[in-house]
């Protein structure tokens, strides 16, 4: 049997997520005895093969159409989908904007700022527009696992791969089921 | 109340006719998940966690609110309660924000550790992103409507335990608000700060503003003792984490208040501001020069040796260190009283504890504020007023209690009140040093049916009046020795004598008079018993160490007494 197809990207998201998972310290080295991560942020390649993949991670949430755009491609690509993260579960942290209009927000962020000096909000065809407010992968694409936590510790995620791994759907219950960390 | 048999789970349960399908499990070793629920409070029903499948009725019941009743069938945990729990936790997240990666509640929160028991990994309703208040008008803690899960504990323990009415719901359904009286911010409201909302509250939507994120329930050491602000003599739970004071919180179950607690005893000594004496302290060239205790207990040994010499105490301390001062003035041939004032004595009617206030059907205050010192006597009263007890106040200014008193009435018509009183089956007078004695002789037909409730205006009445203390004013003498612990003084107090020594725990007018100060404890640092207004004599547990040089004042007046035998 080859090895299993992973793909993750991370979205609207501190990149907390991604570092937890390499938290995982040493077992990093039996986890790709099993499997090839073909795409990552980071990696060199970005996006999903077209081929598609056994497994898609993403973490963070829907707060722009470029993220929204990579959700769709990597539900598209990958066989099943896992929501990794709070922010990517439910938005997380940055649905705090979700009070404010996106204008205000833009304004708050660029120019109004205590230590802006003439301030401007970018404008480039290449940045992506905010979406109205910030929402979870689930609300754009199905999700098949969600796994919360902010971030999830390295167990929850091990323990997540490893049911995948051996043709389980993992169940999140007990210490692995946690929305914040260390006790929360 | 009468035994009655169910059927749990399959399990033969036995419970007593009167308890709810709740109380019954919980009896049984069976656990039903609850939000709303508080065992200290009336059952609401509101949070639909607690459903139990009943056989023979059509729907899910909420166990909280169910009567049992014999010949029941119950099952508590199957797939469809499971499910609808969920259901349930998932409409509650979805609602407002209930994030806990920023919540100071996280790891201690009931909704979270229900969500984490019932596997809720994510939920599926859209959430509508509406901006709550945060209303930070209290001093002492914060409430967070964004937090809030409606379950209206904080309602009923506003309603029930503190009967202050402040809380209530306003607007229906999605739209509805916890509002403090007519929709107020909480600080401009009639709420008094007891903080018993707090304690219930089972989320973050009530934040202390000094425990917050100052560590989790893992983390903190639990203390019980007992409060030192009044006579009354609450039990408290002290949090502390290292060496840090977090937070008090009330004791269910526990004499005299059952968990309420006030102001005076929850919050304000958190925030004390008055400056520590921390080292013993004697007079060098007019100013007060930090010394050793041997220094300075030399000093205090030599102006006491064949000196004239009046002790006073406040009544702030341990009952040892009361008998230690007592037995010291004796020992000096000295005299010694007590700084506060005490209630008059009727000379007619029967002691009554605290508790008594409550099953009374008429209550008469005369002389005494009990909404303002001794509070919990003052919720007490409110709270049997509720009930139906009348409240008349005698008084010849401005009462508190007057608001919720069927008659106010000045001393010289308190005969009215004794006409009033005349039929009552328990008549309990609250009365302190206020009482005029023409109220004495107005309530005097009354006799024995009156319980009297004497609030003494010092924290330790009891403990001084147990060794033979008895109100003096400072008067001439060589020496005085005063005992003041925490104690704030009045500006007017003059010590007329020519040697000061005073046992304080904080810097005052009086320590600035003083010729040496010795440091005390505070009453988290102490260890001994006071007794209450109730005569119960209750411990107090040391919750962190004192200063290194800070020494109990019934240590140091034996080894005063030593040096002086």
């Not at chain 1, 099943?80 to 708050?108: H, S």
């Not at chain 2, 001439?476 to 612990?485: E, F």
């Not at chain 2, 925490?486 to 000061?500: C, I, S, T």
Request: aromatic fraction near 6%; include cysteine.
């Amino acid at each position: 049997m080859g090895k299993i197809k992973v793909a993750t990207q991370w979205l609207e998201a501190c990149a907390g997520c991604h570092m937890s998972f390499l938290d995982i310290d040493e077992r990093i080295v039996e986890f790709f005895k099993h499997v090839e991560l073909t795409s990552s942020p980071i990696t060199d390649l970005k996006h999903p093969p077209e081929e598609g993949v056994d497994v898609g991670i993403l973490t963070g949430g829907i707060g722009n159409e470029d993220e929204l755009h990579e959700a769709q491609e990597m539900r598209e690509r990958a066989k099943l989908l896992i929501a990794m993260g709070d922010c990517a579960v439910f938005g997380g942290i940055c649905t705090m904007r979700n009070f404010f209009p996106t204008a205000e927000v833009l304004r708050r962020g660029y120019i109004e700022t205590e230590s802006t000096v003439d301030g401007q909000i970018p404008q480039h065809e290449d940045l992506a527009p905010l979406t109205d407010k910030v929402s979870g992968v689930g609300d754009v694409v199905p999700v098949d696992i969600y796994l919360p936590g902010c971030p999830p510790t390295a167990d929850a995620i091990w323990y997540v791969l490893t049911e995948l791994l051996e043709g389980r759907m993992p169940k999140l219950e007990g210490k692995v089921l946690k929305y914040g960390m260390d006790g929360g | 109340m009468s035994e009655i048999h169910l059927k749990i789970n399959g399990q033969e349960v036995t419970a007593q006719s009167g308890q709810t399908v709740l109380e019954a499990a919980k009896g049984a070793g069976v656990e039903i998940p609850v939000l709303c629920h508080h065992p200290a409070l009336s059952n609401w029903g509101a949070c639909r966690m607690c459903v139990v499948e009943v056989e023979g009725m059509r729907t899910l019941q909420t166990a909280c609110t169910l009567p049992a009743a014999d010949g029941m069938v119950i099952k508590t945990h199957t797939e469809q309660t499971f499910n609808i729990r969920k259901f349930v936790l998932e409409l509650l997240f979805s609602e407002r924000n209930h994030y806990c990666m920023y919540c100071q509640m996280s790891g201690d929160c009931e909704l979270q550790a229900q969500a984490y028991n019932h596997g809720l990994d994510h939920w599926t309703y859209p959430r509508p992103y509406e901006k709550q208040e945060v209303d930070a008008t209290r001093k002492y803690f914060i409430m967070d409507h964004n937090r809030c899960i409606l379950c209206t504990r904080c309602v009923r323990a506003c309603t029930e335990i503190a009967a202050n009415h402040t809380l209530g719901l306003r607007n229906r359904g999605a739209e509805t608000m916890i509002s403090a009286d007519l929709n107020v911010p909480f600080g401009e409201s009639s709420c008094v700060e007891c903080g018993t909302c707090l304690q219930v509250c089972p989320t973050g939507a009530l934040i202390d503003a000094r425990s917050a994120y100052g560590g989790r329930e893992k983390d903190v050491t639990h203390t019980q003792t007992t409060c030192m602000q009044c006579s009354v003599g609450c039990d408290l739970d002290v949090v502390t984490r290292y060496k840090r004071l977090l937070r008090v919180d009330g004791v269910w179950d526990s004499e005299p208040s059952g968990g309420l607690l006030c102001v005076d005893g929850r919050f304000a000594p958190l925030y004390e501001t008055r400056k520590r004496v921390v080292k013993p302290l004697v007079r060098k060239d007019g100013k007060l020069t930090e010394a050793s205790w041997e220094e300075a207990l030399g000093l205090v040994a030599n102006a006491l040796k064949g000196s004239t010499c009046q002790g006073l105490a406040a009544c702030a301390t341990t009952n040892e260190a009361l008998a230690a001062f007592a037995g010291l003035m004796t020992q000096l041939g000295g005299q010694a009283g007590r700084l506060e004032p005490v209630a008059p004595t009727l000379g007619y009617g029967v002691p009554a504890k605290v508790a008594d206030v409550l099953d009374a059907d008429f209550i008469i205050v005369a002389g005494a504020q009990p909404l303002d010192y001794q509070r919990v006597v003052g919720y007490f009263i409110h709270r049997a007023a509720d009930q139906g007890a009348t409240v008349a106040v005698i008084s010849d200014s401005e009462n508190a209690l007057s608001k919720r008193a069927a008659l106010t009435v000045a001393s010289a018509q308190a005969g009215i009140v004794a006409k009033a009183a005349a039929d009552a089956r328990k008549i309990v007078l609250v009365y302190s040093v206020g009482l005029k004695p023409e109220v004495i002789a107005a309530l005097k037909p009354l006799g024995d049916k009156v319980s009297f409730l004497a609030l003494d205006p010092a924290r330790n009445g009891k403990g001084a009046e147990a060794v033979g203390l008895k109100p003096q004013s400072p008067v001439k003498t060589d020496v005085a020795y005063i005992l003041l612990g925490e104690q704030p003084v009045a500006d007017a107090l003059h010590v007329p004598a020519g040697f000061k020594v005073v046992q304080a725990a904080y810097h005052s007018t009086l320590t600035e008079q003083a010729d040496v100060v010795l440091p005390t404890p505070l009453w988290y640092e102490r260890t001994g018993h006071v007794t209450t207004l109730d005569g119960v004599i209750k411990p107090l547990q040391a919750v962190l160490p004192a200063p290194a040089d800070v020494r109990d004042e019934s240590v140091v007046l034996e080894q005063l007494a030593a040096l002086l035998r």
